[in-house]
Nanobody
Framework: QVQLVESGGGLVQAGGSLRLSCAASGRIFSNYGIAWFRQAPGKEREFAAGIRWSGAMTFYSDSVKGRFTISKDNAKNTVYLQMNSLKPEDTAVYYC???????????????WGQGTQVTVSS
């Protein structure tokens, strides 16, 4: 079992920045992928960014590429999502998820956090 706890959400003006954290505990395998997904009201959950627990491979959706950066601190068992140049359309509940597969498909993830709200005002 893997437990994931997100934090760092909040209210920010357009153009501002936030850093989300995902603290992981439990049995974390070195080949796990950790991803950030987001879900806006009335919309489907969508992939934002992903990183392999071991190694440095990362990938991003086109909508956040160049603005968001995913990183990890293995010593702290924490994955971060640095979000810069935020836009109102980034408003969503942000979830971190873990899986042996590192993909953009939410159904392939086995473990999920409870989510953290990010609201970007115009």
């Amino acid at each position: 079992q893997v437990q994931l706890v997100e934090s760092g959400g909040g209210l920010v003006q357009a153009g501002g920045s936030l850093r989300l954290s995902c603290a992981a505990s439990g049995r974390i395998f070195s080949n796990y992928g950790i991803a950030w997904f987001r879900q806006a009201p009335g919309k489907e959950r969508e992939f934002a960014a992903g990183i392999r627990w071991s190694g440095a491979m990362t990938f991003y959706s086109d909508s956040v590429k160049g603005r968001f950066t995913i990183s990890k601190d293995n010593a702290k068992n924490t994955v971060y999502l640095q979000m810069n140049s935020l836009k109102p359309e980034d408003t969503a509940v942000y979830y971190c998820a873990a899986s042996f597969r590192l993909s953009g498909i939410s159904g392939e993830y086995d473990y999920w956090g409870q989510g953290t709200q990010v609201t970007v005002s115009s």
